[in-house]
């Protein structure tokens, strides 16, 4: 089920990583032309043209007035939600609300050589629009990790938009809206959902930012109303790597290797390891494990395609590998977990340990599990408070300030050519002033 690759099978090893590499969000000028479509007719027609969709797409008929989800619609779906499930999410709240109040940055402000002030302040914005996709990838593990940092970053509206039926069919997702003090949610999904959240409908408010998973008419839109609005990211199917040495337990890996790999066939599972006896246990193991999951065809189609064993010389070489692919999410289970996570440059978060699979950082630990995909990870982190926040730089000069520096301004910007700059800087100094009136004095004779 799992293809073993070792480090001297070099043509098999390329074409291995080229496959997973090649992994992404397919945004293909059709697509892209289909849902540039939806978007203007939406910022065209507004409510009118959500309740078209919501028939087209969804098979619901709704009037406009029934878009937004009454508050006793969403409590009464929660209230359908186990008791176990309703207590793990408390739980789970708790943890990531902790963790992302670390993650608060406060004002600061420094004095110059010159005895000028500079610094920065950061406000939240005051709208934050979530996607909550419907059906199988509905989950409410994701709306807390969407809520919680928006929340602690003080925005103020948090508005949901999510498919008609979601809230009905998955009283967990409607739990933690509760649970978060989310009411505002609209049931209206796909890619006019984000077309309302950018430019606002008669009924649906528009936003600063956009957060959330979504398909891929989801993802085209969010690219497309990017600059109207901010969002989070383009995110790609999910992904972990394992980096593990000869005394890793091949039952575990496995197990992590299979939690991946039923996100859907376009997952990825990768063990990277040392030991070629334990790629090979892996491997029995993974074949075994899989034979009683309920989403064992979703498994082996992304295990064949998308997952692999690879053996390496050593653990510099398992590093490089790691670096390469930039994983979303990392497992190390080796001798000397923190010497390995030194030379790792790029992954989207690191679970030490064989005590420490992607699960707990999936639903439970804290930080957050928005994280990039397909090698976002080179240039990109995890969805945090900072994603609802901007930062003000703040300046302040004094006369003396300006007096000092005024030359060096205008050197620089008639350098660049833009002479208005440099009388901009220089009509605020004596030595401008004077140079002025001896001007004046030049033009009356």
């Known amino acids: 089920m799992i293809e073993i690759i070792k480090s001297s099978e070099r043509v098999r090893r390329d074409a291995a990583l080229a496959r997973i590499k090649g992994r992404s969000v397919t945004l293909n000028a059709e697509l892209m032309t289909n849902v540039a479509a939806i978007i203007e007719d939406v910022r065209r027609?507004?409510?009118?043209?959500?309740v078209e969709y919501s028939a087209r797409f969804d098979g619901v008929q709704l009037a406009p007035t029934e878009l937004r989800v009454d508050e006793q619609t969403l409590r009464t779906s929660?209230?359908?939600?186990?008791?176990?499930?309703?207590?793990?999410?408390?739980?789970?709240?708790?943890n990531i609300r902790l963790f992302h109040e670390h993650e608060q940055r406060a004002a600061w402000q420094i004095e110059t050589d010159n005895g000028s002030l500079v610094g920065q302040r950061f406000t939240p914005v005051e709208r934050a629009g979530l996607y909550v996709p419907g059906g199988t990838a509905s989950y409410p593990s994701s709306v807390v990790m969407n809520v919680v940092p928006a929340q602690v970053a003080g925005v103020e509206r948090i508005v949901v938009t999510t498919p008609p039926r979601t809230l009905a069919t998955t009283p967990a997702v409607a739990a933690a809206l509760v649970e978060l003090g989310v009411?505002?949610?609209?049931?209206?999904?796909?890619?006019?959902?984000?077309?309302?959240?950018?430019?606002?409908?008669?009924?649906?408010?528009?936003?600063?930012?956009?957060?959330?998973?979504?398909?891929?008419?989801?993802?085209?839109?969010?690219?497309?109303?990017?600059?109207?609005?901010?969002i989070d990211s383009i995110a790609g199917p999910s992904e972990v790597v394992i980096a593990a040495d000869e005394t890793a337990r091949a039952d575990y890996i496995a197990a992590d290797l299979l939690a991946q790999a039923e996100h859907g066939e376009d997952a990825?599972?990768?063990?990277?390891?040392?030991?070629?006896?334990?790629?090979?246990?892996?491997?029995?193991?993974?074949?075994?494990q899989a034979e009683t999951l309920p989403r064992r065809a979703i498994i082996e189609r992304s295990l064949a395609d998308?997952?692999?064993?690879?053996?390496?010389d050593n653990l510099d070489a398992a590093c490089a590998l790691v670096n390469e692919l930039a994983p979303e999410h990392l497992e190390l289970v080796t001798q000397n977990d923190d010497e390995?996570?030194?030379?790792?440059?790029?992954?989207?978060?690191?679970?030490?340990?064989?005590h420490t699979p992607e699960a707990v950082g999936d639903y439970f630990a804290g930080p957050n599990h928005v994280l990039p995909t397909g090698g976002a990870a080179r240039f990109s982190s995890a969805l945090s408070v900072q994603d609802f926040l901007r930062h003000t730089t703040l300046l302040h000069y004094t006369r003396a300030d300006i007096e000092r520096a005024a030359p060096q301004i205008a050197a620089l910007a008639r350098a660049e050519g833009l002479d208005a700059h440099?009388?901009?800087?220089m009509i605020r100094t004596e030595r401008s002033a004077i140079s002025f009136q001896h001007s004046a004095k030049a033009e009356d004779r």
């Open 45 to 50: 027609r507004g409510d009118a043209a959500l």
């Open 78 to 94: 929660a209230a359908h939600v186990a008791e176990d499930v309703l207590e793990a999410l408390r739980a789970a709240i708790r």
């Open 183 to 230: 009411t505002e949610i609209y049931q209206v999904g796909g890619a006019q959902a984000v077309a309302a959240l950018a430019y606002g409908t008669e009924t649906i408010p528009r936003v600063d930012k956009i957060t959330g998973p979504g398909n891929r008419y989801v993802a085209a839109a969010k690219r497309l109303v990017f600059g109207v609005v901010g």
């Open 268 to 288: 990825s599972a990768v063990l990277i390891t040392t030991s070629e006896q334990l790629a090979h246990e892996v491997a029995r193991e993974v074949a075994r």
């Open 306 to 312: 998308f997952g692999a064993a690879f053996v390496v």
């Open 340 to 354: 390995i996570a030194a030379n790792v440059r790029h992954a989207g978060a690191i679970f030490f340990g064989a």
């Open 422 to 425: 440099a009388h901009s800087a």
